[in-house]
């Protein structure tokens, strides 16, 4: 099978499924509940979608995602993925950015914390059992490519429970790590 993409603008190429993220559907994910509920008074806003395709044989499964982040904040914090742990304790990724700038923040939610800079051409392994965000920092689209196996499975529970160990803030017009307690 193959697939192609566009990199100016993630558009895959045959997709049969698309997944809209709006902010309803991370609201939790962002510090300032109170700046989400007023922006979502005035409009559900879309912060990014997963345009996805699943490989199968009959001894072998995977899965491609592509994502594209729009670029954007609330309160302050930007515009990032909902994030989360591959159920299996056994399921790394490989995350592959196309296009944009930003960062690839890795947790272990159990005090190991790694931010990766990220622009086009990055390629970053994450192993398994570390939770995974990406954030949007530019004034363009972020495009990134993830391939997993399709029974890796999403914990987003417990991201929502514990959070990653630092959000990203535009300071100055500029991405700043702030520590969370
Ligand atoms: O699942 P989230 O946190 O919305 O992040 C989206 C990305 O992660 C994946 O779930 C893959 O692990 C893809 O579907 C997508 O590329
Ligand atoms: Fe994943």
């Known amino acids: 099978m193959t697939l192609t993409l566009d990199p100016e603008n993630g558009i895959l190429d045959p997709c049969p499924q698309i997944t809209p993220r709006?902010?309803?559907?991370?609201?939790?994910?962002f510090k300032d509940q109170?700046?989400?509920?007023?922006?979502?008074?005035?409009?559900?806003r879309l912060i990014y979608e997963i345009r996805y395709y699943p490989f199968r044989t009959s001894k072998s499964d995977?899965?491609?995602?592509?994502?594209?982040?729009?670029?954007?904040?609330?309160?302050?914090?930007?515009?990032?993925?909902?994030?989360?742990?591959?159920?299996?304790?056994?399921?790394?990724?490989?995350?592959?950015?196309?296009k944009g700038e930003g960062f690839l923040l890795l947790d272990t939610l159990e005090g190991e914390f790694q931010a990766i800079p990220w622009r086009a051409g990055t390629i970053t392994h994450i192993p398994p059992m570390w939770a995974h965000r990406v954030i949007n920092t530019g004034t363009d689209l972020l495009v990134f490519i993830g391939v997993f196996h399709l029974?890796?499975?999403?914990?987003?529970?417990?991201?929502?429970q514990k959070g990653f160990s630092y959000r990203v803030y535009a300071v100055d017009g500029k991405p700043a790590l702030i520590r969370q307690t």
Do not use: W
């Open 22 to 29: 709006y902010l309803s559907d991370l609201k939790m994910m």
């Open 34 to 44: 109170q700046v989400v509920d007023e922006i979502l008074k005035e409009e559900n």
């Open 62 to 98: 995977m899965a491609l995602a592509v994502t594209r982040i729009f670029p954007g904040s609330i309160g302050g914090e930007y515009h990032m993925t909902k994030g989360h742990k591959h159920e299996r304790d056994d399921q790394p990724e490989v995350y592959y950015c196309v």
């Open 151 to 160: 029974s890796a499975g999403h914990d987003y529970e417990i991201v929502a």
